[in-house]
Nanobody
Framework: QVQLVESGGGGLVQPGGSLRLSCAAS????????MGWYRQAPGKQRELVAI???????SYADSVKGRFTISRDNAKNTVYLQMNSLKPEDTAVYYC???????????????WGQGTQVTVSS
């Protein structure tokens, strides 16, 4: 069984502030491919925020480019999201995501963290 556990970083922050989210994968893990972050605002669909491949390539939503940075510690199976210059429109529940192959004989599956509320408001 694979688990993604998000920790730290969520909560209320003023516009222009910063937060850092962390997400660690644990359990039966043979290989992790992509790790990333998605978010879902009230009344909206879940959207991709940032993704980082196992090879180090990154991709960002246009709305966060230049403000958010995704990083990854492969030795710790952990992905981070540093969020700077936060705006009210960044308010959402943030979910980490990982594509994981549990055993060498398994296909890869999509796993999700439990979600972290980020509220940007004065």
């Amino acid at each position: 069984q694979v688990q993604l556990v998000e920790s730290g970083g969520g909560g209320l922050v003023q516009p222009g502030g910063s937060l850092r989210l962390s997400c660690a994968a644990s359990g039966s893990i043979f290989r992790i491919y992509d790790m990333g972050w998605y978010r879902q605002a009230p009344g909206k669909q879940r959207e991709l925020v940032a993704i980082r491949t196992s090879g180090g390539s990154t991709s960002y939503a246009d709305s966060v480019k230049g403000r958010f940075t995704i990083s990854r510690d492969n030795a710790k199976n952990t992905v981070y999201l540093q969020m700077n210059s936060l705006k009210p429109e960044d308010t959402a529940v943030y979910y980490c995501n990982a594509v994981v192959q549990p055993q060498s004989s398994d296909p890869a599956y999509n796993y999700w963290g439990q979600g972290t509320q980020v509220t940007v408001s004065s």
